[in-house]
């Protein structure tokens, strides 16, 4: 992350992902909707703040915005039931899981296709108390998407095939859960391409946004 912009706990250790979340956009990818929630990592090194330039690689014909609702917890979890999972949360904050699409359907893995260096423009974290004053709950929680001010994507929590706290505590119940992880809860469907001079704006209304400029590497 870069100077100015600071999380509001330590790095990361880790971004813990979730595919296919939503059911419209599990069927827009082709896929059925998964049985258990279907985990996998962004390195912090693609963090990247509001303003900070979305870089398409020279290897990829095909990269895409993914707008998500995002968790960042402050006590660890390991192995945690949903309310444990619950009162760990600490902030919410706008992420974009960008994603290079061709890379995604050509390797087994995602870890490329997820991975590369700004790849995951996060807005500014707020915390659980401010939603609270705000009358606001984790359920009530919505995402928009828009590319150059047309609206995208545009999803709510209470639409998420598996809620927050439980994806939390399924997480946890495979690897530890670090102060300051993230964890981002999947993508409404509505999904498309960047291309160069491309602004990408994803919002979580009444709480936190990230707007970033794409260019070409």
């Given at each position: 992350v870069s100077p100015g912009f600071e999380l509001p706990l330590?790095?990361?250790?880790?971004?813990?992902?979730v595919g296919r979340n939503y059911v419209g956009?599990?069927?827009?990818?082709?896929?059925?909707?998964?049985n258990e929630p279907l985990l996998f990592l962004k390195p912090p090194s693609a963090l990247l703040p509001p303003g900070a330039p979305i870089v398409l690689p020279r290897v990829s014909n095909q990269v895409e915005h993914e707008g998500e609702i995002a968790v960042q917890v402050g006590?660890?979890?390991?192995?945690?039931?949903?309310?444990?999972?619950r009162e760990a949360i600490t902030h919410v904050l706008a992420l974009n899981d960008v994603t290079a699409r061709d890379l995604q359907r050509s390797d087994p893995q995602w870890t490329r296709a997820k991975g590369f260096d700004t790849f995951c423009p996060v807005g500014r974290p707020v915390s659980v108390e401010s939603l609270?004053?705000?009358?606001?709950?984790?359920?009530?929680?919505?995402v928009t998407t828009s590319v150059n001010g047309e609206l995208r994507q545009h999803g709510r929590a209470s639409d998420m095939v598996f809620s927050i706290p439980f994806l939390l505590s399924y997480a946890s119940g495979i690897m530890t859960i670090e102060p300051g992880d993230i964890?981002?809860?999947?993508?409404?469907?509505?999904?498309?391409?960047?291309k160069p001079g491309d602004v990408v704006r994803v919002q979580i209304p009444g709480v936190s946004s990230v707007e970033n400029p794409v260019e070409a590497e």
């Open positions: 330590e790095r990361p250790s880790k971004i813990i992902c956009h599990a069927r827009e990818m082709g896929n059925s909707v998964p006590r660890r979890l390991r192995l945690a039931s949903e309310d444990e999972a609270n004053e705000l009358g606001m709950r984790l359920e009530s929680l919505e964890v981002t809860t999947g993508s409404p469907d509505g999904v498309g391409p960047l």
